[in-house]
Every structure is written in C-alpha cells, then in structure tokens.
C-alpha cells in the first residue's frame, strides 16, 4: 500500500500542473483580451479550461474529504497536508 | 481477455481467446469488450469496423494481419486503421506489405512480426501486450499532436530521438530534419538530469522548443521534478527572451490523474 505521504506529495505536484496549465491558459486569455481567439491567431480552448476547473475542483473535493472524520485528525498533523489545504482550500 | 477477429476466414484461431466472426462485431457489442480486452488481433481486418472505434478503443494493443492484402486494400486501411496504429500494436504482413503500409508512417520496426501469424508469432505479441503502456503512449502522443499544431512547424528536430515513439501519431506534413538547428525541436521525454541549455541550442531564432516531461512523482515511481521547476530550469537555460508559451497536461487512463506534461516555450527572438 502507497505511503500517505507519497500520496500526498503526488497530489501536490499534480495541483502545481494543474494551477501552472490554468495560469498559461489564464495568461493567453489575457493577452487574447477575450476568451475565444488569441492576438496571435491560436485558439484558446474553451472547453479544455473548464475540464481543468472540474480536475481542480475533484482534486479539492479530495482534499476535503482527506481532512474531514476520524482521518482528519491525523491528516492535519501532516505538514504537506497542511499546505496543500492552505493553498488550495483556502484560496477562495 | 483477447478478442480474436476471424471475419471471413476459415482460419484457425492464431491464440488463446475469444474468436469473433463478421457478425460479431456490431459495434454495440464489440464496444464494451474493447474496453476491457487485453488485445485486439484482427486477421481480416478488410471486414473490421475500424471506423466504429472511438479514440479511447485504441487503447488496447492492436495487432493487424495485412497477409494476402494487396496494395489497394492496404490504402483503403489507410484513414480508419493503419494511421491510428503505435508503438504497442503490431502489424503481420509480408515484407512488401510491410515496405508500403510503414511508408510516411514512422513506424519502427519493432512493429513489424513478420509473414505469418503462426501461433508462436502471435502468442509473443500477446505476451507483451500492455494496454496501460499503450494508453500512456496515446495520451501524450494526443497532446504533443495538438502542441505540435498550435506551432504548425514544417520541419521539426526530435531531440535525442525522444520523441519517435510519438510520431506515427504526428502530424504527418512535418518534415523530421536530422540535424539542427529547427524552427521547432522536440523533446520527448525530459529527463531530470538533462540539460535544457543543450535543447534551446538546437532551436532556431525565432523558433520553439516542446517538451514533454513527466511532473509527478508517482507512489513508488522514479522521482520526478514538479511542473513549475521544470518551466523554470528550461526558461533559466534560455535566451533572455524566452518565455512559456503554453501547458497542457496529459489525462491518464485509467484513472483520474495527470502526471505528465507538454510544455510549448517560444525563444521570443524572431
């Protein structure tokens, strides 16, 4: 059976792709000015920014559930636990 | 299990597994066994519903039999079989079958068992078939294909030959150049020790580097650099210019996770 904490390190190096892919995505929609056509010509995925969003949000469902009941207790002892849920839990 | 497809031939079963004939391949049946067979071997692959696969169905290891095929048949396999076969699958053909079915297909040897599909030919493809290596291969070919389309590059430059298991899937009007620098440099796998400044090297001005790197450390698995350390070991080894230009994670299957990454990073220099 994985050790919790290599399941944890897993999972916050998965969050860092993720929040890294939503930052790029962010970044060109930004400079596109609008969510459908780049300044330079390429298409931003509309589609493929909401599927990121849903991986997100079942990555923090995950954490949610990792924290909460007896399992709770123990997973806040952990430290990278902890900063998973500071950053990603407690970001909005 | 293996699914076996017989079609119109009389021929014996080539392995252990579950033979299906002409109609036994409606797709409504055949679909649900896909997803769960270890290997697909199609002896009449004429009469297969290749067209009816979704992209997910190719994940099981595929091997095709183009024995006693001639060359109008084999391009008629072209668009709904051939072109979606990988490193994975294999493909049963007499040594001129073999010559024109790979032709432009970049596909290596190592896929080619031969002119027969005597049982032994068979049960060694069998044997090595692995449908999560499959998958893995598929899934980050699919991304890389969609980077490599976004830069639309006609020639590329496949950096230590990384990125061959990749290129059947590729888009095919790219030009492989065999020497640097190109407009566009690929990277297959990015290992942790390799050094990102030799990559940007082979990058023309103006150009763009694609990596394809694997960012998390997996339970048991070979220790990996996360996402961002990657994005910002290959920026700080390029020019002053450089910037990441775009990320796109690689969904897994099975499973839900992401573990790899295809990184797109523009030299800025044009």
Known sequence: MPDRDEELRALRMENDLLSLEIEALRERMRRGGHDAEHADGVMVDGDRLRRLEEARRDLKWLLQRLGSGPLGTIMRRRTGYRRLAERHLSEE | MTLIYR???????????????????????????????????????????????????????????????????????????????LPGDAVVAEAAAWDLASADRAWPDAMWLGPATASGVVERFLAGADRDAKASIRARAVVLRRQLQQLHPWTAFDAGGSASRFRPALPSYIDWVGTPPAAVVVAGDLAPDADPAALWEAVAPGGALVVLAEVVTVPGGPERAAATEVRDRVLAAGPAGALLADVESVPERPGPHRTAAVFTFLRGDA
């Open chain 2, 7 to 85: 079609g119109r031939l009389d021929a014996a079963p080539a392995a252990q597994g579950e033979v299906l004939g002409e109609w036994d391949v409606l797709p409504a049946d055949l679909l649900p066994r896909l997803a769960t067979a270890d290997a697909l071997v199609v002896l009449d692959p004429v009469s297969f519903p290749f067209e009816s696969l979704r992209p997910a169905d190719w994940d099981v290891p595929v091997l095709v039999s183009l024995l006693g095929l001639g060359a109008d048949d084999i391009a008629a396999l072209g668009d709904d079989a051939l072109r979606r076969l």
